[in-house]
């Protein structure tokens, strides 16, 4: 057998077969779908909460504002039909850690079983206390989902993976993001809006750079996760771990997250065809937990033999550099 000379660097792990893994490992554990089945049954299914009687007194009172030009007009209509199908309940569809949710983009009114039932949001503070609930709520249900996509991965015998202390950093984890985002957005959001009064112009190549930025930190913010549910990692361990990773191996990972992209994102226009009150829409429903579950799985192989790979490269520089001094 061909055997790898010591003077060459080790090579990083192969996407595609990490892909394999993980739909195999997912395909011999099917159980583990059954999360993001539940979760998409409930928006498919379940009752809207409706947010259209707090924001349709301020969508009237923009309407009736002198000067508005017809194409302001015709933006407004579009705004009044998203809040009249637009269901609270998608708040339960966190990120990073949440679960996939084919069903969180549907604003339709019915189901197979008719017109869905329709919860109103009473008031301004309630309704904000529900969001916070239900952020919750989607942190514990997508640190459950995570766990058990990582313990298909490493093994249910592994020993050392307590849920506990992966949920609760887990959870903490996301706090920290979102806290981290209100702090850094805030600020963004009232320095567009003077920029706006100087030159609206400017405002469209500064937000520009700042979608390129959060396209950019979604990666590793994405995989800041995975130690604390692979490793059981502290949060801040798992952070450090996700931008080294970043830092040193940047081609091979973005390369992982294109091909999981476009797996994930053109197979769903394809289980998203059915329309929401036909039962067909179960097809899409059971398809996309399953080819999400299995690029989760995947994500994990990948980040684990990544991370492994970063190691032996820099130990492989420490050494070639040792040998170049001596």
């Known amino acids: 057998m061909e055997t790898r000379s010591k003077d060459l660097p080790p090579t990083p792990p192969g996407v595609i077969p990490a892909l394999i893994r993980g739909f195999n490992a997912v395909a011999n554990r099917a159980v583990v779908i059954l999360i993001p089945i539940v979760f998409d049954l409930f928006l498919w299914l379940g009752p809207r909460f409706s947010v259209y009687n707090l924001i349709a007194p301020a969508l009237d009172e923009m309407e009736r504002m002198p000067g508005q030009n017809q194409g302001i007009l015709e933006n407004m209509n579009l705004f009044y039909e998203f809040f009249q199908g637009f269901n609270a309940f998608t708040a339960l569809r966190t990120f990073p850690l949440g679960v996939f949710s084919l069903m969180s983009a549907n604003i339709e009114g019915n189901s197979p079983f008719g017109e869905r039932m329709v919860?109103?949001?009473?008031g301004l503070l309630g309704f904000l206390l529900w969001i916070l609930l239900m952020t919750l709520a989607g942190w514990l249900l997508g640190g459950l989902y995570f766990y058990s996509v990582a313990r298909v991965v490493?093994?249910?015998?592994?020993?050392?993976?307590?849920?506990?202390?992966?949920?609760?950093?887990?959870?903490?984890?996301?706090?920290?993001?979102?806290?981290?985002?209100?702090?850094?957005?805030?600020?963004?959001?009232?320095?567009?809006?003077?920029?706006?009064?100087i030159s609206p112009t400017l405002?469209?190549?500064?937000?520009?750079?700042?979608?390129?930025?959060?396209?950019?930190?979604?990666?590793?913010?994405?995989?800041?996760?995975?130690?604390?549910?692979?490793?059981?990692d502290h949060l801040f361990r798992s952070i450090a771990k996700?931008?080294?990773?970043?830092?040193y191996a940047m081609p091979s990972l973005g390369?992982?997250?294109?091909?999981?992209?476009?797996?994930?994102?053109?197979?769903?226009f394809l289980w998203r065809i059915a329309p929401a009150d036909s039962w067909m829409?179960?097809?899409?429903?059971f398809g996309h937990a399953f080819i999400s579950t299995a690029l989760l799985a995947a994500s994990f192989i990948y980040y684990r033999d990544l991370n492994d790979w970063v190691d032996a490269a820099l130990a492989w520089m420490k050494a070639r550099a040792g040998s170049v001094r001596a």
Do not use: C
Request: aromatic share 14%; net charge negative; proline share 2%.
């Open 119 to 122: 919860m109103e949001a009473s």
């Open 154 to 197: 490493t093994g249910a015998e592994d020993e050392q993976a307590s849920t506990v202390h992966s949920l609760t950093q887990g959870v903490l984890l996301s706090g920290f993001w979102s806290l981290l985002w209100l702090f850094i957005s805030l600020p963004v959001l009232i320095f567009m809006g003077v920029l706006l009064l």
């Open 203 to 232: 405002v469209s190549l500064v937000y520009l750079l700042i979608a390129l930025s959060i396209i950019w930190l979604a990666v590793p913010v994405f995989f800041s996760l995975h130690g604390v549910f692979l490793h059981t």
């Open 242 to 247: 996700s931008f080294r990773m970043m830092r």
């Open 255 to 268: 390369w992982f997250v294109i091909v999981a992209m476009v797996l994930s994102q053109g197979l769903n």
């Open 281 to 285: 829409t179960l097809f899409g429903i």
